[in-house]
């Protein structure tokens, strides 16, 4: 698939709105209304608006507890995202789970849980059910570089491999499980992209500096994928900005290579893709200036709503995230 410059102006439009909806969050976390632990996904925004733009509105997707980019990248709904974060009843989980259980089943979005692994056997048996339904959709499963360390993940490759299942998992390898990096959990020269071929997925490795030929990238695996109807896994080189699970920097506590921070920020693919496209007159600074009042109106509009709503009724809890009449049956693959 060409990546046309209307594609690109979404996919800047997508980075953009994740990151100012993070930074958003960021600013106002230490007021103390947002009561759940976050995980921001501020730099590794490219994924998720790759991904947003190439699956289909009916395709589904899981994720785990970083997981704001890939909800909103699907087409989760901003207002019902802030109002979980704030503990409302009007929040995608009825503010009951939080930043790490977000939901939108009308946007396809099935799921993200805390538990680092166990939303991938789900985002499998999705796809087992798409297949059995002889759906042309996909199931993607976005993980992190620390999910591929749990042996569920090996299980659930094996059975999609097996059962020719059409699920893409996507690995956004940030090089860190919490303060952990890579080489102090996997041997030497091991890429994790050689792991999943071993196991017999499609497999290949991209890197998200460049936006653009991570979409033409991404568009062709996704394309084999969908049509050769084969299990594929491509891991993608980014890097997380802020530290693990909180609003703030914590680049002084020295886990992280100061020339691997100051690598990542001078490769922001966010402003690459800015800077480029404005050197290409794909967009004019007006039209950004436009682009960024419209994205901070839907913010604001969103604080406002999840500020405004109720806090879930005591007496409801029990209930769970659907009320008893809540149709829960996911629309494409029939209940
Ligand atoms: C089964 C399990 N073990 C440990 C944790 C604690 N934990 C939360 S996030 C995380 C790191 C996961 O790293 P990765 O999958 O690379 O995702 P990232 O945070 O880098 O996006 C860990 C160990 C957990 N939530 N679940
Ligand atoms: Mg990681």
């Not at 997707?61 to 009843?89: D, F, N, P, Q, T």
Request: negative net charge; hydrophobic residues 40%; contains cysteine.
């Amino acid at each position: 698939m060409e990546t046309t410059p209307e594609i690109a102006l979404a996919l800047l439009a997508q980075m953009k709105r994740i990151r100012m909806v993070e930074e958003a969050i960021a600013d106002r976390y230490p007021e103390g209304r947002m009561r759940c632990p976050t995980h921001l996904s501020i730099g590794q925004e490219a994924p998720a608006a790759v991904l947003g733009s190439l699956l289909r509105m009916d395709d589904l997707v899981v994720s785990s507890h970083r997981a704001h980019a890939h909800y909103l990248a699907k087409g989760g709904s901003l207002r019902a995202l802030i109002a979980e974060l704030y503990g409302k009843e009007t929040g995608c989980s009825r503010g009951r789970g939080g930043s790490m259980h977000l939901v939108d089943i009308d946007a396809g979005f099935m799921g993200s849980t805390a538990i680092v692994a166990n939303s991938i056997p789900v985002g499998a048996g999705l796809g087992l059910a798409l297949r059995m339904r002889h759906s042309e959709n996909i199931a993607c499963i976005f993980l992190g570089d620390g999910a591929v360390e749990e042996g569920v993940f090996y299980e659930t490759a094996n059975f999609a491999v097996l059962r020719r299942l059409p699920v893409v998992f996507i690995c956004e390898n940030n090089g860190y499980s919490v303060y952990s990096p890579l080489s102090v959990r996997q041997p030497e020269n091991r890429e994790l992209s050689s792991l999943a071929a071993a196991i017999g997925l499609r497999s290949g490795c991209v890197d998200s500096v460049d936006v653009l030929a991570l979409h033409a990238q991404v568009a062709e695996r996704m394309r084999a994928a969908r049509e050769e109807c084969l299990p594929a896994f491509i891991e993608i080189k980014t890097f997380r900005w802020r530290e693990h699970c909180g609003p703030n920097h914590d680049d002084d506590l020295g886990y992280r290579d100061a020339r691997l921070v100051d690598y990542w920020h001078a490769h922001d693919p966010l402003r690459l893709l800015q800077e480029r496209l404005l050197d290409e007159r794909c967009i004019t600074s007006v039209g950004l200036a436009t682009m960024e009042r419209g994205i901070r109106d839907e913010i604001e509009d969103a604080f406002r709503f999840a500020e405004d709503s109720p806090f879930p009724d005591p007496d409801t809890l029990a209930e769970g995230v659907y009320r008893a009449d809540d149709s829960v049956g996911i629309p494409w693959v029939g209940n």
